[in-house]
């Protein structure tokens, strides 16, 4: 969503304190004073809680008052939520008996649980004036009356208008000549003043509506907004955050926002995905969860449509490619609150959703099926029964595991794919429809499908042959015609036709999307790849690798567009990858070459409506047609593909556009796109050409651009438009038609017909998908389409059977020729993708078993890293997954972290730390340094470990005593590794010893090896007090004793691990802290180069 309502008591708040940086220095005298109070600031049935208030706000006590809800609730006065001129003790009583309560306003039911308080303004009714400010494609208009209040009436028809283009400055005179012709002539020149450091601040904070009614102007200058609704651009977040502050967008009143829907909230702002819901009716039962924005709105609608519209539970959307972890987060939330209340009849859950572009469906419903067996008992007892319609990347691997995991569970779960209408599940869910008639997925077919056309030149119809019509069926019945608007319909194209010599740039380093266009183009026989080189900014300029068919090419990269304009004359589009925060800056540079680049299709969501509409005005200057923002792009069968649209190439290949048909579509939504592309297909003879302009309020190009190219190409035969709630752009193509400038049959529908539903504003998937009236409703565009001349079917579910009473009617009138099927085109796959779906297999060069970084989260031994820090493993719970590949007890994992710790560092002169600072002193950088001290580790230094751990468990094994054991290793003439100190002896011993042998001993299950060393040190220390179990021996004991005996290893496998050097590593892990610690050490006190003096070297020249 892009515009949301705001607080009134922000936006009054935003308006005094910013007001005087666009006033020219002009102070006005603004009342900057109010109080919003909330369920968190005050306790009703506490009156202490309310003194607080008053010492913080002093004002309180000193003036008259005015209060009412700020809840985004209309005409508060009449609805008696107004309370004027009393004092604070009043307004204590009057909030009291209000807060929290459940009131009704009109239809709505709700609680007051925010309120505004503010001084009281006496006034006279002369003083008050009606102003209301509005941002529109290509101006922003302030519409001003000269009377306010409740009682001003219809300012539409009798109010003035002030309209400034977009980059118009507003000028003082300017405002008075507009708008204040009936003000008081001694007040228009402050007032004309005040309304121009408004309409500034307006337009740079990113408002997009602001009305005040009344706006008090009184003879001494005090200017008053007494009553404000403000809308702000939410996506402009990250230009003016620093302006707007901790900004509140609240739910429409008799709306509470659930903890769920605050849940998903969050989680959708932290991703770079789009997941939405809204708790319509928590008692319904048809819950829905649809990827995609346009597919969720045709769901509601088509549930709606049917009737059951009071049992829609839920609306909302994931799409974008949602991680496993955030779509199983959604859809346990889904499932949560679906079975929180039962209902005798059942539940029917309904996971829809359009033909992906991108996203892997295998993976989003890896999520689903985990929330699935979370809440398995929970669906079984509330009796949901879960219908699936779902198509795109990887829907086959997709189904065919929900299909398992429905079997595993014994839920019960009807599975459709591509092959079945988009909404064709919801009459079966609904029991409208006998599911006998609809096949469901079956995927042994599906893989002999995929493998056939991938390996050998399947066709979709023979050579030479007609392509089969679809079966005939019933009719629709037309909308009422009755709304009309007024609007020049005019024949210039604003977008470049594509040709098959049409290319293109890309903006941004998207090896995907390019090799799709790429693939998209080898498929449909072009002489050449329609991309010509990307630009990325991030990087020299280079090459980058893709595939021509099975040949690799390569596509160069550069830094700068105007690199890339340059070295390819003959590029034409851009487009734009860039982010929604680099869209602006992108274009324009790219506009800067408007003389070459005549199309640019940006595909970024989220555009400031600012920066959109400056974009629009830019390109239109300079003749330079737009697609998006906010699109997946368009498809021109046999010609040009832009990005990813059209999805995966089985769906190019099912959908037929690797050639040209007679029907030519406009879409709003991008995944939507994909499912017309596959309608078309079923009942006509394809998609000439078909584009996606975006979701968004402004999008770059209207419906009426692309209809007129369509209308004015001969080779297009019939037209489909999808059109959305909000805006008023279909009513421009109504008046094309009347008029006779389109002049070719159109088959339209506007989605968000179950907007009437609702008794209260619901935004839905599209920025730009809201009505702000009745003429911008869903219900009213069909019917002015259908007026007009369109053909308009009863529903969207039946819009592919008025698509096909229309081609049928145009081939039996002969205006369409049905053209031989060509053979499709074989599908040069991916290695990586042909190897997702199970239609290949290759061996291996490497194999690792401890970690796994393929999936959404990293594992350590199979151990999500989220969960490795939620549970405090610690670094020796880490090391123990990565070395040992098990999840060893608490007492072990400490025991390591004890071992890391003593052994981290033994001073500076040890040759370790003495080689590490001995590089870091020569200028070394530390990986340099670090490995200079570790080439040191070996027999001599800190080897003694794995030696003395062989000795001692040897020992143990053989079943050997104490002075056995002493008195073979002297005979052997062989030293007791991990036996011996400088100065350390019994009476006096080492700290590290005696710490590491305690906690064995006192955690440990037992300690054979510990207690035979012990046993050793008792015999050694008879002949030399010094020769007592050193660290290293210690160590290298217990752990011996740990990994024996910890109950995670049985013997060989303890004993392999130590064989394989694990205790040295752990020497080098610890020791690795310390010589790090050098390192930096040495850098932070800028030692320099370091030469061994002369004295400390013994000199023997006559040997």
């Keep these: 969503m892009s515009a949301k ?16 940086s666009y006033s020219n220095s002009v102070k006005y005298d603004l009342e900057d004073r109010a109080l919003l109070i909330t369920p968190s600031s005050i306790r009703p049935e506490d009156p202490t809680s309310f003194d607080a208030l008053t010492s913080e706000n002093p004002w309180l006590l000193e003036t008259k008052l005015v209060v009412k809800p700020d809840q985004l609730i209309k005409r508060r006065g009449k609805a008696g939520l107004l309370a004027i001129n009393k004092t604070w003790p009043e307004v204590v009583e009057w909030i009291k008996e209000r807060m929290n309560k459940e009131c009704k306003v009109e239809v709505v039911t709700g609680i007051l649980d925010h309120f505004i308080v503010e001084p009281f303004v006496p006034h006279a009714q002369s003083d008050e004036y009606y102003i209301c400010l509005q941002s529109f494609r290509e101006n922003d208009e302030v519409l001003f009356y000269h009377e306010g209040g409740v009682d001003v009436g219809d300012v539409d028809a009798k109010g003035v208008r002030l309209s400034l283009a977009l980059g118009e400055a507003p000028t003082k005179q300017g405002v008075i000549n507009a708008l204040l012709q009936l003000v008081p002539e001694k007040r228009r020149d402050y007032l004309a003043g005040f309304i121009v450091a408004l309409i500034r601040l307006f337009r740079d904070l990113n408002f997009v509506y602001m009305e005040v009614n009344p706006l008090v102007m009184t003879d001494d200058g005090r200017i008053t907004p007494l009553d404000m609704a403000a809308k702000i651009d939410e996506t402009a977040n990250f230009l003016n955050h620093t302006q707007w502050g901790a900004l509140e967008f609240p739910a429409p009143f008799g709306r509470a926002e659930f903890p769920e829907e605050s849940f998903i909230k969050k989680l959708d702002q932290g991703s770079g995905s789009s997941l939405k819901l809204t708790i319509l009716n928590q008692f319904g039962r048809v819950w829905t969860m649809v990827a995609g924005g346009g597919a969720s ?124 209408h988009i ?61 009309t608007i007024t609007q020049v319909a005019s024949g210039k194209h604003a977008v470049a036709d594509l040709t098959p010599e049409s290319r293109a740039m890309v903006y941004g380093l998207q090896s995907v999307a390019v090799q799709g266009m790429l693939d998209f183009d080898f498929m449909c026989k072009r002489s050449r790849p329609s991309v010509a080189c990307m630009v990325f900014p991030f990087s020299g300029n280079h090459y980058t690798k893709m595939y021509w068919g099975t040949e690799e090419t390569l596509i160069p990269v550069y830094t700068t567009v105007a690199e ?18 680099s869209v602006y800056e992108t274009v324009q540079e790219a506009l800067k070459f408007s003389h070459q680049l005549k199309t640019i299709a940006i595909i970024a969501e989220g555009v400031p409506e600012s920066q959109t509409r400056q974009i629009i005005k830019d390109a239109a200057d300079k003749g330079v047609g737009l697609i998006g923002p906010a699109t997946v792009g368009g498809i021109k069968p046999g010609c040009f593909r832009i990005g990813n649209t059209g999805g995966m190439l089985d769906n190019i290949i099912m959908s037929k556009l690797y050639r040209p048909g007679s029907v ?106 809201m009505a702000r ?23 969207f579910d039946a819009i592919g059977e008025k698509i096909y009473e229309v081609y049928a009617g145009l081939v039996e009138r002969g205006v369409i020729v049905p053209k031989p099927e060509p053979p499709a085109p074989k599908i040069p796959m991916d290695y990586n993708w042909a190897k997702r779906l199970g239609l290949i297999r290759k061996p291996a060069n490497f194999i690792s078993s401890i970690s796994d970084d393929r999936g959404d989260e990293l594992t350590y031994a199979g151990m999500p890293i989220s969960e490795c820090i939620q549970e405090d493993i610690g670094v020796g719970g880490v090391l123990s997954l990565l070395w040992f590949r098990r999840r060893l007890p608490p007492y072990a994992t400490k025991f390591i972290e004890m071992v890391l710790m003593v052994s981290a560092d033994h ?193 023997q020249t006559a040997l």
């Design 564 to 581: 890339a304009v340059a070295k390819h004359s003959d590029v034409t589009m851009m487009i734009n990858f860039a982010s929604f925060r």
């Design 664 to 769: 030519a579509y406009v879409s709003k939504s991008g995944g939507m796109s994909n499912e017309l592309n596959n309608i078309i297909a079923r009942n006509s003879d394809g998609v000439y050409e078909g584009v996606a302009i975006g979701g968004d309020r402004y999008p770059g190009s209207l419906f009426l651009d692309h209809m007129l190219r369509y209308n004015d190409n001969p080779e297009i035969k019939m037209m489909v438009l999808l059109g959305e709630v909000g805006g008023i752009d279909e009513y421009a193509v109504c008046e094309a038609i009347k008029s006779g400038r389109i002049t070719k049959p159109l088959v339209g529908w506007v989605m968000g017909t179950c907007a009437s539903i609702f008794p209260y504003e619901v935004q839905f998937g599209h920025a730009g998908a």
């Design 773 to 795: 009236g009745d003429l911008e409703t869903a219900a009213a565009k069909n019917t002015a389409l259908a007026a007009a001349g369109a053909h308009v079917p009863r529903s």
């Design 297 to 420: 709105v045709v769901y509601a609608d088509t549930i709606s449509d049917l009737g059951f519209g009071h049992e829609l539970a839920n609306y909302g959307e994931y799409s974008g490619a949602p991680s496993l972890q955030e779509t199983y987060d959604y859809a346990r939330t889904i499932f949560s609150l679906m079975c929180r209340h039962k209902d005798p009849r059942g539940k029917v859950l309904i996971i829809g959703g359009g033909i992906a572009n991108f996203t892997d469906v295998a993976a989003t419903f890896t999520g689903i099926q985990k929330a699935m067996r979370q809440y398995r008992d929970e669906l079984l007892e509330n009796k949901v029964e879960i219908w699936v319609r779902r198509a795109g990347p990887n829907y086959q691997e997709g189904l065919k595991n929900m299909r398992n995991t429905a079997d595993e569970l014994g839920l019960p779960v009807h599975l459709y794919g591509p092959e079945t």
């Design 423 to 483: 909404t064709a599940v919801v009459p079966l869910a609904l029991g409208l429809r006998d599911a006998h008639d609809y096949p469901e997925f079956d995927s042994a077919a599906e893989s002999r499908a995929i493998l056939a056309s991938s390996s050998s030149n399947a066709k979709e119809g023979t050579e030479g042959e007609s392509a089969p019509a679809p079966a005939v069926v019933a009719d629709a019945a037309a909308a009422p015609a009755t709304t």
């Design 907 to 1099: 001073g500076p002169a040890v040759s370790g730390a003495h080689n590490t600072i001995v590089a870091a002193r020569a200028g070394k950088d530390l990986v340099s340094s670090l490995c200079s001290g570790l080439l040191t580790v070996g027999p001599r230094f800190g080897g003694a470990l794995d030696d003395a751990a062989s000795l001692f468990m040897a020992a143990v094994d053989e079943g050997l005593d104490a002075n056995a054991f002493v008195k073979s290793m002297r005979t052997k003439n062989q030293l007791i590794m991990g036996i011996g100190h400088k100065i350390r002896t019994l009476t006096n011993p080492d700290m590290r010893v005696k710490l590491v042998k305690e906690y064995a001993q006192k955690h440990f299950p037992c300690t054979p090896v510990l207690d035979f060393a012990l046993a050793v040190e008792q015999v050694t220390t008879k002949k030399k007090a010094t020769l007592i179990l050193n660290v290293d021996g210690c160590i290298a004991a217990c752990f011996v004793d740990l990994l024996r005996n910890c109950g995670a290893f049985d013997l060989a496998e303890a004993n392999e691990l130590l064989a394989n050097g694990c205790l040295n590593g752990l020497f080098v892990a610890g020791r690795t802290l310390g010589f790090i610690g050098h390192f930096i050490d040495q850098r932070r006190l800028k030692q320099g180069l370091y030469r061994h003096p002369w004295d400390d070297i013994s000199y």
């Design 5 to 20: 309502a705001i607080r009134e008591y922000h936006g009054k708040k935003l308006v005094s304190k910013w007001l005087s």
